[in-house]
């Protein structure tokens, strides 16, 4: 189970640190991944971590606001978001990335969290 917690109401500028806790099955051996969900619209990618940490990947909206990173010992992913847009007002997921029939996909899902962002 994957569970998102750390959304809230904040005003553009503002930061927020999203968590990503996984419990029952461990993620320290998987690529992790954060998506999001705007009202009508459909999900799109945020961020991708690899499995050590060592490789990031951003989507061009966020890449220089946000940052990916995780603690294995924790079995935690995190997005750090700062200089926050009403643009980024959308229900975060996170999800690990698994080689599933021979190739990457996302096979597990968290609940989402809601961000915010005021004008």
């Known amino acids: 189970q994957l569970v998102e917690s750390g959304g809230g109401l904040v005003q553009a500028g503002g930061s927020l640190r999203l968590s990503c806790a996984a419990s029952g099955r461990t993620v320290s051996n998987y690529g992790m991944g954060w998506f999001r969900q705007a009202p009508g619209k459909e999900r799109e990618f945020v961020a991708r971590i690899t499995w050590s940490g060592g490789s990031t990947y951003y989507a061009d909206s966020v890449k220089g606001r946000f940052t990916i990173s995780r603690d294995n010992a924790k079995n935690t992913v995190y997005l750090q978001m700062n200089s926050l847009k009403p643009e980024d007002t959308a229900v975060y997921y996170c999800?690990?990335?698994?080689?599933?029939?021979?190739?990457?996909?996302?096979?597990?899902w968290g609940q989402g969290t809601q961000v915010t962002v005021s004008s």
């Open positions: 999800a690990r990335r698994a080689l599933v029939s021979g190739n990457y996909d996302y096979d597990y």
